[in-house]
């Protein structure tokens, strides 16, 4: 079965570690809800340097056109911070469906709770 993708966007914390954690936790349920989960905070801080300006716009476009293949929008979290904002809108005026994390476990009929575990 080919799993759909699922962007996965969230209030990072500013503690690298545990905003890696925290990514690899939502991607776990959303990969378990069926889709194949692309999280940008999970692998471009590994490579690109956020306190370059080129390269921060870089990660910015290699995010948003990782936004445009996707399936649908994971709104993660209970926090909606400038960046969310900005996933939500580009989704909505390409037409791709945004969700939460809880919508998209519920739907799928695997509700267990607080993150899906």
């Not at 969230?10 to 959303?30: K, L, M, N």
């Not at 400038?82 to 909505?92: F, L, R, Y």
């Amino acid at each position: 079965m080919k799993r759909p993708l699922a962007y996965i966007t969230a209030a990072w914390s500013g503690d690298p570690c545990a905003a890696t954690d925290q990514a690899a936790e939502y991607c776990r349920s959303v990969y378990e809800a069926g889709f194949s989960p692309i999280c940008p905070a999970l692998f471009l801080p590994l490579f690109l340097n956020d306190g370059v300006p080129e390269e921060h716009k870089n990660g910015i476009d290699m995010g948003r056109d990782l936004l445009r293949r996707s399936r649908v929008l994971v709104v993660c979290g209970h926090t909606v911070t400038e960046s969310m904002k900005n996933d939500i809108a580009v989704a909505q005026r390409l037409g791709i469906t945004a969700t939460t994390l809880e919508g998209i476990l519920t739907v799928k009929g695997q509700g267990r709770g607080k993150h899906g575990r």
